[in-house]
């Protein structure tokens, strides 16, 4: 009674553990207790509540798949999945975090980090004693990130590293950025820049009408000199900044429900109560349309990350599947909020409900992690064999 409500229409909870329901329930339960009660407020004053940080550690958020002798929860990829969808039900600025010190900070350090490295900083990460940021997009290259400019050179004892990242999640307060660079040769490989080297600033990216709870800014780098030990030395190429967005948008897809629920359910319960010409709105065809139509939407969705965390968990999962799903769910998502917006009539507009805010919020998630059109390119390069990105 104390939890959400969580649309279950094909009984999918018959397929999960008692572990996932059990940090599943965890999740929602902080949720509404840290998370629904305080974000409105917080998003509509642009601003990142560092207060949840402790919390979103201790309920798995950081590093949930990350093993437990790194500092992680060591949990299998649908209780992964869970908690993105419970984080996102609250906000999706929230998720972000979450996604970025995971999926975008912590996984390549664990792949492709040192022993000295991992010790070093997952611990860390794992609590939120440390904040990472994640940077590949610039300001000329975003879908396209093959290339970016962004290049250090080996002066020896240490590299020199120049040029600017754009709209990058949680660079305003990150404590470590996983910073993605182009050598002198133009082979493109991960460093660990830490906040306080010299030449090293995070400027703020404000007026964002989306995404207002989490903090963006710009990483530049004039000159700065990282210390060779901050080398991801495991993986370089292309592949390894994109081996965590696999990751990052595999959560998305999962948290996109998340966003989903909270507005149906929103909508479901004000069009049960809401009277016009003497009846409830929910009893109109028009209203119900609407609301059996996002039912579907969802059910379909679960299905469809449920089979997903099966294919990550059995290591199968490809590339293109993985942006099927971060495609069609956080479309899904931003319809229902769309829809449900309406069912609330002018209430609907202010920030009393939370579906305007996801609705904005998702603004962002339809175009980071690979726009929606980048990801139907993908399935269409993966289905044809002939990429038309280029
Ligand atoms: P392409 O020629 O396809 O590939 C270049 C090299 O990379 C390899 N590769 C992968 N390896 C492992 N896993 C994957 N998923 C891989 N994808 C590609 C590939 O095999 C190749 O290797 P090699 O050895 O042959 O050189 O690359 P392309 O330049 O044509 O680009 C492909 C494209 C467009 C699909 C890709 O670049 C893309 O996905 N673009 C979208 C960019 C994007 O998603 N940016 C996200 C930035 S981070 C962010 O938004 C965080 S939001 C914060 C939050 O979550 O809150
Ligand atoms: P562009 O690439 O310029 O695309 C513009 C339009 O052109 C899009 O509609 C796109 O689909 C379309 N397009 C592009 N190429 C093609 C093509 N070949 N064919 C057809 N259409 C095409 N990045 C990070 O690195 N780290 C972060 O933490 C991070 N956080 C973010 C947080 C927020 C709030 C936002 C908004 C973005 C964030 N991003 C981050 C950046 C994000 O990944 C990029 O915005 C995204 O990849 C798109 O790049 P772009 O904005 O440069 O758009």
Redesign the pocket.
Known sequence: PDLFQAPDYYLLDDLLTEEHKLVRDSARAWVKREVSPIIEDYAQRAEFPKQIIKGLGEIGGFGPYIPEEYGGAGLDQISYGLIMQEIERGDSGVR?TS??QSS?VMYPIWKFGTEEQRMKYLPKLATGEFMGC?G??EPDY?????GMVTNFKDMGDHYLLNGAKMWI?NAPFADIAVVWAKDESGRIHGLIVERGMEGFTTPETHNKWSLRASATGELIFDNVKVPKENLLPGKS???AP??C??S?RYG?AWGAIGAAMDCYDTALRYAKERIQFDKPIAATQLQQKKLAEMITEITKAQLLTWRLGVLRNEGKAT?AQISMAKRNNVDMAINIAREARQILGGMGITGEYSIMRHSMNLESVIT???THD?HLL?TGADITGM?A??
């Open positions: 972000s996604s970025v975008l994640f590949l997009t975003g879908s396209n990130p093959s999640s190429g292309l592949g994109m081996m967005l696999d990052a998305i590339t980071y992690e690979g980048i993908i990429p990105f280029k």
